[in-house]
């Protein structure tokens, strides 16, 4: 069974278009993150969701706008896509908040043409 | 503000050696310290975690990290490397606070010489 599960695992899109890439964790976590990693491996922490509420919102453009449906699943969609948003973008979940394990997807791998 | 340092961006070793990967970090208060390994293609796993008490931490897989606050360090080590750890690490910092998160380092990615 995936614990945390994110599709689609690759994404190529042109400048300009709208998508969305999404996350389900059967864990039974409350709290899951958006994370995204740049070509140099660096990860940064976008959002993080607990039971449904936003509670971390980093310094993302608003063309980011995550949306938690239940506390098991966490979308990520993004609008009017640039060249800088190429990167793989990861799911995370945990249990404990934001100190606790956290488990993570495999991965999105965003390219943006 | 939280932050972590990992100074080696590549480091290889050959296979049955020990290893020593170095972290850095910089929190006023006590940190709650992690490490994680990022195998090719995949997420990032939980090798181990320090939030308090003895400062020599097990992990999985046979890494353990020692907490050295007069050092500001949590180095991760391992006596003897497979060619399966080859991977990228990650150190990172978390501390409580109703705004925390978990920092990451920058990652060192590790070879296995044969």
């Known amino acids: 069974d995936t614990a945390v599960s994110q599709t689609p695992k690759y994404l190529v899109t042109q400048m300009g278009n709208d998508k969305s890439i999404k996350c389900e964790q059967n864990?039974?976590?409350?709290?899951m993150y958006w994370y995204k990693q740049d070509s140099k491996k660096f990860l940064k922490i976008m959002f993080s969701?607990?039971?449904?509420?936003?509670?971390i919102n980093e310094t993302v453009p608003n063309r980011f706008s995550p949306k938690s449906p239940d506390k098991a699943h966490l979308n990520l969609h993004i609008n009017s896509l640039e060249l800088g948003d190429s990167a793989v973008y990861f799911c995370?979940?945990?249990?404990?908040?934001?100190?606790?394990?956290?488990?993570f997807g495999p991965g999105t791998r965003l390219t943006v043409t | 503000a939280q932050s972590v340092t990992q100074p080696d961006i590549h480091i290889t070793v050959s296979e049955g050696a020990s290893l020593e990967l170095r972290c850095n970090y910089s929190?006023?208060?006590?940190?709650?310290l992690f490490w994680y390994v990022q195998s090719p293609g995949q997420g990032l796993q939980l090798l181990l975690k320090?939030?308090?008490?003895?400062?020599l931490v097990q992990g999985i897989k046979g890494f353990e990290a020692e907490f050295k606050r007069s050092q500001s360090s949590f180095n991760l080590r391992k006596p003897s490397v497979h060619w399966s750890d080859a991977a990228e690490y990650f150190c990172?910092?978390?501390?409580?606070?109703?705004?925390?998160?978990?920092?990451f380092g920058s990652g060192t990615r590790l070879s296995i010489r044969p």
């Open positions: 995370a979940s945990s249990q404990e908040g934001q100190l606790g394990e956290q488990y």
């Open positions: 864990l039974g976590h409350d709290t």
């Open positions: 969701y607990n039971n449904k509420e936003l509670i």
């Open positions: 929190y006023g208060a006590t940190p709650y």
């Open positions: 320090y939030f308090s008490g003895d400062t």
């Open positions: 990172a910092v978390g501390a409580y606070s109703s705004a925390s998160k978990i920092i």
